[in-house]
């Protein structure tokens, strides 16, 4: 894993997967969500509309969905439902997941670090809308979450499911509630109490990032096999399945901009390492519900915020590591950012 959020530099982007390829394996987040919102009573034809998906595809070991569907699908559940606790109850039911191969790698897993390795090398299966960032900062390890896709209002309920899904697995595997401490960006919701129900007490809400930390002594602590795991209900699946990028389009071009951040980046090569021509490139992200500012923004934000909590950096450091021309620029920037000021962000 890495030491901090700052890749090494990488001038070619990985390969990704997109808004519309076919990678999300029906059998496992559109079955859990579907059962559990035909038990709210939720209608068939509201729960399906313009998703394209249709019931008697859902538990076919090789039908496949593209990650546009399961937004909808998802879309469609939250607006029909007005239950506070769905998403923590999806999460609780998501990992290990029905894929045996996957399922055998995250329940062999002998410490925590073993299960986040897992966990990240199949994302694309496990967590095909937001993606996993993860990296040591001091003593801690920091998962966050990155939107793949473009999933725009639905991030609350991805973070909230898949926070409680890591944190449930590993309270299982290991025999022991691990003390994560979860933070969110959005403000604390009306509903505290799901959070507290389902994740514990070590919850902080309105703030710069959305990610779940753990010191890292927790890592490596080895955990007892449970023996009570059965695989009667996994599923196999074909080799050609298996073969899915890692990543969706926008953690890809953000992990591009963080990972080259000193040569100051700009659309045009960005678009250039992509293997497209500007235009397209502009397409492609909007395709995605975003485009290159708001992406590269967002890099020099969380780097910002590191540098200054996680590294103690001067103002001027961290202006010209950006490649802003003085700190009133940066001020200005870090305010737009994040609505504090560069000392408060110090406190």
């Not at 894993?1 to 990704?16: A, D, K, N, Q, R």
């Not at 509201?46 to 990650?67: A, Q, S, V």
């Not at 095909?128 to 609350?156: H, K, M, T």
């Not at 540098?307 to 103002?315: A, L, R």
Request: net charge negative; with cysteine.
């Amino acid at each position: 894993m890495s030491e901090s959020v700052e890749f090494p530099l990488c001038p070619v982007p990985p390969v990704y997967y997109e808004r519309d390829s076919a990678i999300v394996h029906s059998h496992f987040w559109p079955a859990e969500l579907i059962d559990l919102a035909q038990t709210r009573a939720i209608p068939e034809h509201k729960l399906l509309r313009h998703t394209g998906i249709f019931c008697e595809d859902i538990h076919r070991p090789d039908h496949r969905i593209c990650p546009e569907q399961l937004l909808q699908l998802i879309q469609n559940i939250t607006k029909n439902t007005s239950a506070d606790d769905l998403s923590f109850l999806v999460g609780h039911q998501l990992l290990p997941g029905k894929i045996a191969v996957i399922s055998d790698q995250l329940m062999s897993s002998t410490n925590l670090d073993e299960l986040i390795d897992a966990l990240v090398e199949h994302q694309a299966f496990l967590s095909p809308l937001i993606n996993i960032r993860c990296c040591y900062e001091g003593d801690a390890l920091v998962l966050y979450w990155q939107d793949a896709c473009g999933v725009e209002d639905s991030f609350i309920f991805l973070v909230e499911a898949l926070t409680t899904a890591i944190s449930s697995l590993a309270r299982w595997l290991s025999n022991s509630r691990l003390p994560w401490q979860f933070y969110f960006s959005h403000k604390a919701p009306t509903y505290i109490e799901q959070y507290e129900v389902h994740l514990g007490g070590n919850i902080h809400f309105d703030c710069q990032r959305n990610a779940m930390a753990i010191h890292r002594e927790y890592c490596y602590q080895p955990w007892v096999k449970n023996t009570n795991t059965s695989a009667e209900n996994f599923i196999g699946t074909s080799s050609n399945m298996m073969n899915v990028p890692t990543k969706g389009f926008l953690a890809a071009v953000y992990d591009y901009l963080n990972s080259n951040i000193a040569t100051d980046p700009n659309l045009e090569q960005t678009a250039a390492d992509f293997g497209m021509s500007s235009a397209s490139f502009k397409r492609k992200l909007k395709k995605h519900r975003s485009h290159f500012q708001a992406i590269y923004d967002q890099v020099r934000k969380d780097l910002a915020v590191y540098w200054i909590n996680q590294e103690g950096w001067s103002s001027e450091q961290v202006a010209k590591k950006l490649h802003f021309h003085d700190v009133a620029n940066l001020r200005r920037a870090f305010k737009k950012w994040t609505g504090l000021t560069l000392l408060a962000a110090r406190s």
